[in-house]
Each structure stands twice: as structure tokens, then as C-alpha cells.
């Protein structure tokens, strides 16, 4: 009889991309990883508001506002990078599959990353009406009724999830 995983575990498992189980090895490098990320992430914000603050001094707001909101988003990408690179250096998100169950293995990972592409397309979808409407000002009624929108959202969608599906079976090792 197996037990059932706790929250916290199978929330970690899910974050940083392990398969299989959260051993006391693996469970000891994902939090030393993260805490190491913690303090890039913190490091990182902290200058961005010191940048800031000086920066407020000699430009203008809008050019400050515009420096913070392109900031954030780029120091959150690089702690991403930093743990993505990690965990491939300690092989710690490798999928172990036995031979008999590599065909349903790669079966669930084509309906994931089928999955993570329509979710990045709908989410691209949304991005574009916003840009459309905070940019250009068009309407949503009218990006809603041009076929570039959805053909955009699409093509995103289908190149992402192809890749995801890519890295996905790069990760997969067949265990003999």
C-alpha cells in the first residue's frame, strides 16, 4: 500500500520538474537551490530599487516606471535560468523509465505538452488583446474579430508546446 504525498512535496516535485520520488538527496538540493535562488532574487531587487531611487532623481517617472516593470520580469527570468541550469547540472529533473513502460511514458508526454501548449496559447491570446487595447488602443471587439490574433495565439502555442515535448524526452532516460 503506497501513501499519500503531501501537498508541500508533490507542490515541489511539481515546481522544480522531478519525477519520481523526492528522496532525502534530491530534497536536499532542491532546497539548497532554492535558497540559493532566494538570495539572487533578493540581491537582484534590492539594486533594482537602489537603480530606481537614483534614477528618480535625474530622469523622468515614466522612464523609471517603464526601467522597474522591465526589471522585475528579467531578474525573475534570470533566477529561472539559475535553477533550470542547476537542476540539468545535477540531473535532478531526469525522468527514469523502465523499457516496458516507455511507450504510455511518452504518450503522457505528448498529451502534456499538448496540454502546456493550448495553456500558452490562450495565454498568448490574452496577452495580444491587452497589447492590442493598451498599445494601439484598438478595441477588444476588433482583435476579437481578426484572424491574426488567433492565428498568432496558435503558432505560439503549437512552437511551444513542440519544444516542451522536445525537452520533455531529452529528460527521459530508459533504465535497464
Do not use: Q
Not at 6 to 27: F, M, N, P, Q, T
Amino acid at each position: 500500500m503506497t501513501e499519500k504525498t503531501s501537498l508541500a512535496v508533490r507542490c515541489l516535485k511539481h515546481l522544480y520538474g522531478i519525477d519520481g520520488v523526492l528522496d532525502e538527496y534530491k530534497r536536499h538540493e532542491i532546497n539548497r537551490i532554492g535558497n540559493n535562488a532566494f538570495i539572487l532574487l533578493t540581491g537582484g531587487l534590492f539594486l533594482l530599487d537602489l537603480v530606481a531611487i537614483f534614477a528618480a532623481a535625474t530622469y523622468p517617472s515614466t522612464d523609471v516606471l517603464v526601467a522597474l516593470l522591465l526589471g522585475l520580469p528579467l531578474s525573475i527570468m534570470g533566477v529561472m535560468v539559475y535553477v533550470s541550469w542547476m537542476l540539468r547540472k545535477l540531473r535532478l529533473d531526469d525522468i527514469e523509465v523502465a523499457p516496458a513502460d516507455l511507450g504510455p511514458r511518452l504518450k503522457r508526454l505528448r498529451w502534456r505538452a499538448l496540454f502546456v501548449g493550448g495553456y500558452f496559447a490562450l495565454w498568448m491570446f490574452l496577452m495580444t488583446l491587452g497589447m492590442n487595447w493598451w498599445v494601439d488602443g484598438v478595441s477588444f471587439a476588433t482583435s476579437l474579430a481578426t484572424l491574426s490574433t488567433y492565428r498568432t495565439a496558435g503558432l505560439a502555442g503549437l512552437i511551444f508546446g513542440v519544444w516542451m515535448y522536445g525537452v520533455w524526452r531529452l529528460r527521459v532516460k530508459v533504465i535497464r
